[in-house]
């Protein structure tokens, strides 16, 4: 098992920045990759951007592009996403999540991300 505490949401302004973090503990030995969903009310949950834990492969959602970064640090089991230039409809709860990739990061769907955390609420203000 693994388990995953996301930290680092609020509320923010439009353009401002938000850095969310995530810590991994248990059978680390079991994942290879590692994830942000959001869910906004009333949308499906999509991915934000993803990761493989050696860090050699980065996977975003085009509307992020050039926005956000995700990044780890294996020795402290975290994984990041900073945010910048955040804009309301970035406003949703961010999950982290992580699991064993198979063919390709890109390739991963929801089912693919075995643990999951509680989320964490991101509320950006116009």
């Known amino acids: 098992q693994v388990q995953l505490v996301e930290s680092g949401g609020g509320l923010v302004q439009a353009g401002g920045s938000l850095l969310l973090s995530c810590v991994a503990s248990?059978?680390?030995?079991?994942?290879?990759?590692m994830g942000w969903y959001r869910q906004a009310p009333g949308k499906q949950r999509e991915l934000v951007a993803s990761?493989?834990?050696?860090?050699?492969?980065?996977n975003y959602a085009d509307s992020v592009k050039g926005r956000f970064t995700i990044s780890t640090d294996n020795a402290k089991n975290m994984v990041y996403l900073q945010m910048n230039s955040l804009r309301p409809e970035d406003t949703a709860v961010y999950s982290c999540?992580?699991?064993?990739?198979?063919?390709?990061?890109?390739?991963?769907?929801?089912?693919?991300?075995?643990?999951w955390g509680q989320g964490t609420q991101v509320t950006v203000s116009s």
């Open positions: 990761i493989t834990t050696g860090g050699g492969s980065t």
């Open positions: 248990g059978s680390i030995f079991s994942i290879n990759a």
């Open positions: 999540a992580a699991g064993w990739v198979g063919i390709s990061l890109d390739t991963m769907r929801p089912w693919d991300y075995k643990y």
